[in-house]
């Protein structure tokens, strides 16, 4: 669309500007790339991440809403994280990002902080900053219908239900660290704090409506290349039979059987409790399927999302999800099977607006705390928080989003937690940030993307659990470190390319660098080889890397991985005996990726034209070597 939306919340004013030059773009792209090039531009690395001179931005790239192109749906966001203080992206799909261009804007940058909670209203390349008083302390499903009723009048009832928000929930205001952005009620840029950001700034929520289109460089080469794309996804089990039937919690059984399902805070990696949460269990008794499909991302040829409705009290409600990330975080993380509690769990995430993941992990951090003696029992005011509790796992949802009791412990993320009570070999995270569903003791090069992730704690950094797990783009031996540094830069890079463009991950089941650049070229106009697609994730890596160099002094020391993980062998299952050897992998990883204990040289920084950066760590005194 060609621009970017600046609002200084503090001034109450917007300004519309143009993209960078063709230049700029093309070495980052757009969305998680265009994000950490501005940032380093205009966010100061040593900056509150919850003060004023932090800034959000909400990024498209150039994929996104084309029409035609599979998974194109998505958006991100980046900013400071105020859990892990590392520069940070959080990616979301739905309907959110393609109305975002069809409303005539590629990004929106918001700054400063608000004297009093706004909403922005975007429609049709008109920007209005409105007042959010009276949308303050309400979650986010109830702050989407009142703007869609508010909006109504102005624009026509029909027309007002495809307005597309983007907003917090009380969870974001009251600053929970890993407080979620929800667009759509049930689409989450869940991890790091985003929505804590936003709650700083007094920013309630961002509505958008459109009738643009973003246009495509190349027609027939286009069509040509989405004809290609689309027939690799339905030759792929994965994208056409898998996720399609039983969306990402068919997941459940195939972690567990490997070995590598965390369970009771990681202490194994066998769940006993497995066929009851899994996603086969999902689409028997709670799935609705018509629901499902509407619940589908925007140009999604996978249609992986769910749609559930639990009947039942205590746990009654309906809603998108859960996804296999929250069945596991409330359910083997916390040793509970049932999932009729799991859901509600999900959707009171969704609608106080919490990141699921940080969410039921650090509840599995805080049992096992309990289990030790290091939790004053006043501090639970009554509830049974033990393992496998379906009642603590939903009440703890609400006590954190709105730092209740021990809830406001548990907001401050399970790594201030451990600390607090003297135990931070309790916290399975990395850089702050709690780890995912997967025990890399079984995956050792998931372990090292585990430690070398630069937002913390992610899965999504390198998905080797695709190699390493489910043979995707063929298997390898998931016990070995060989050849993994190597396996393990390529996916960071490409990984790094596709959150630029914005498309889904779930595409690289079936596509590759090749089809990426195929794709970005046929959009934009521009000549990208497979080749330069690595280069430019290499930008972005190192980039990102160096932002928190500066920040916290990121390096080596950051690079590990809990001490359990490295030092306890996993006590059963296909994993029996195995721990992460980090160590024969890293120096290789640095080496492949030109670093010096964890921090890019002058060199390798200066040949991905990044001079104007390593000058700046050279200022303070960092650069290696």
């Given at each position: ?17 143009p ?12 969305g ?26 909400v ?8 029409a ?27 309907k ?19 004297e ?28 989407t ?7 109504a ?9 495809k ?38 700034k ?10 643009m ?67 086969e ?40 999800g859960p ?6 975080a ?9 999932l ?15 990141d ?58 399970s ?13 399975m ?17 998931h ?20 190699p ?158």
């Amino acid at each position: 669309m060609g621009r970017i939306l600046r609002v200084n919340l503090w001034r109450n004013k917007y300004y519309i500007e143009p993209l960078p030059p063709e230049t700029v773009l093309r070495s980052w792209i757009g969305g998680r790339g265009l994000g950490v090039y501005l940032a380093l531009k205009e966010i100061d690395p040593k900056a509150d991440p919850l003060g004023p001179r932090n800034k959000a931005f909400v990024m498209t790239g150039p994929i996104t809403g084309v029409a035609g192109v599979p998974e194109s749906g998505r958006w991100c966001s980046v900013t400071k994280s105020p859990l892990t203080d590392t520069i940070h992206d959080s990616q979301s799909g739905g309907k959110f990002g393609p109305e975002l261009k069809f409303a005539g804007f590629d990004a929106v940058i918001l700054e400063d902080v608000s004297e009093k909670p706004v909403y922005l209203w975007i429609h049709d390349g008109k920007v209005e900053i409105r007042d959010a008083t009276h949308l303050w302390g309400k979650d986010v499903h109830a702050t989407t219908d009142i703007i869609q009723e508010e909006l109504a009048p102005e624009i026509g009832r029909d027309e007002a239900k495809k307005i597309k928000v983007l907003a917090i929930g009380p969870a974001g205001e009251n600053l929970v660290r890993f407080a979620a952005l929800i667009n759509d009620k049930s689409r989450a840029a869940g991890r790091g704090g985003h929505g804590a950001v936003w709650g700083s700034k007094k920013i309630k929520a961002i509505a958008v409506r459109g009738h643009m289109k973003p246009k495509v460089a190349k027609e027939e080469v286009f069509k040509e290349v989405v004809a290609k794309m689309v027939k690799k996804h339905r030759e792929s089990p994965v994208t056409s039979e898998g996720l399609p039937k039983l969306g990402t919690a068919i997941l459940v059984n195939i972690i567990n059987k490997a070995g590598i399902f965390p369970t009771r805070n990681f202490r194994t990696g066998v769940f006993e409790g497995a066929e009851k949460i899994s996603g086969e269990t999902l689409a028997e008794k709670y799935l609705d399927k018509k629901k499902s499909i509407e619940e589908s991302c925007w140009g999604c040829v996978i249609t992986c999302a769910r749609y559930t409705k639990i009947k039942n009290s205590p746990f009654s409600g309906e809603g998108g999800g859960p996804e296999y990330e929250t069945i596991w975080a409330f359910g083997a993380q916390t040793g509970t099977d049932n999932l009729e509690a799991i859901s509600k769990a999900n959707f009171l995430c969704n609608e106080l607006g919490l990141d699921t993941i940080s969410m039921g992990h650090t509840i599995g951090t805080l049992m096992e705390l309990v289990e030790m003696g290091k939790i004053p029992p006043e501090k639970l005011r009554g509830l049974n928080v033990k393992w496998g509790s379906p009642e603590a796992i939903v009440e703890l949802v609400w006590r954190t989003a709105y730092r209740s009791g021990i809830g406001d412990e548990l907001a401050e993320g399970s790594w201030r937690l451990a600390n607090k009570y003297g135990a931070p070999e309790v916290s399975m995270s990395v850089r702050k940030q709690e780890l995912p569903a997967y025990d890399p003791r079984g995956a050792q090069g998931h372990g090292l993307a585990y430690a070398t992730s630069n937002r913390g704690g992610c899965h999504l950094r390198a998905y080797m659990i695709s190699p390493e797990v489910l043979g995707v783009p063929s298997l390898v031996d998931r016990f070995s470190t060989k050849g993994k540094p190597a396996l393990v830069k390529e996916f960071q890079d490409v990984f790094a390319v596709i959150d630029s463009m914005v498309v889904c991950k779930f595409s690289s089941f079936a596509i590759w660098d090749e089809d990426y650049a195929e794709i970005i070229s046929a959009v934009t106009g521009w000549d990208i080889s497979k080749e330069e697609v690595h280069r430019i994730g290499e930008r972005i890596y190192n980039a990102e890397r160096a932002f928190n160099v500066l920040s916290f002094g990121d390096g080596r020391e950051y690079d590990t991985l809990p001490k359990r993980l490295l030092e306890e062998p996993m006590p059963e299952g296909p994993a029996k005996g195995h721990v992460v050897r980090l160590n024969e992998m890293l120096d290789e990883y640095y080496k492949l990726r030109g670093w010096i204990d964890g921090r890019p040289t002058r060199a390798k920084l200066e040949e991905l034209g990044l001079k104007w950066v390593a000058d700046r760590l050279e200022e303070e005194g960092l650069l290696p070597g």
